[in-house]
């Protein structure tokens, strides 16, 4: 499995935007989807977006779609999430995770997990 580590997050203004990064050790990276999931203060863990590794396929959930932007670039072993238009219940830790499967990652159990970076909106 690949090593993961996020980062990019803070805080921002409601409307405003951020990118949050995923950086990723091991040679194969490129072979591994890659998806994005946040989880607020007393909730579940929710899937944002993923990214698959051939081809670059996205899928978003029905709540970033439009504003959010996952994308890849492989030969910096990095994963990007650019968030637009940003809303105080946008305000959770973003995790990244990876998996040869995209089916593992859209389960919620990826091989790969991040340590989470906060990112935090204000109203």
């Known amino acids: 499995q690949v090593q993961l580590v996020e980062s990019g997050g803070g805080l921002v203004q409601a409307g405003g935007s951020l990118r949050v990064s995923c950086a990723a050790s091991?040679?194969?990276?490129?072979?591994?989807?890659v998806g994005w999931f946040r989880q607020a203060p007393g909730k579940e863990r929710d899937f944002v977006a993923l990214?698959?590794?051939?081809?670059?396929?996205?899928y978003y959930a029905d709540s970033v779609k439009g504003r959010f932007t996952i994308s890849r670039d492989n030969a910096k072993n990095t994963v990007y999430l650019q968030m637009n238009s940003l809303k105080p219940e946008d305000t959770a830790v973003y995790y990244c995770?990876?998996?040869?499967?995209?089916?593992?990652?859209?389960?919620?159990?990826?091989?790969?997990w991040g340590q989470g970076t906060q990112v935090t909106v204000s109203s």
């Open positions: 091991g040679r194969t990276f490129s072979t591994y989807a």
């Open positions: 990214i698959s590794a051939i081809g670059g396929r996205t």
């Open positions: 995770a990876a998996d040869e499967a995209i089916r593992t990652i859209v389960s919620g159990t990826p091989g790969s």
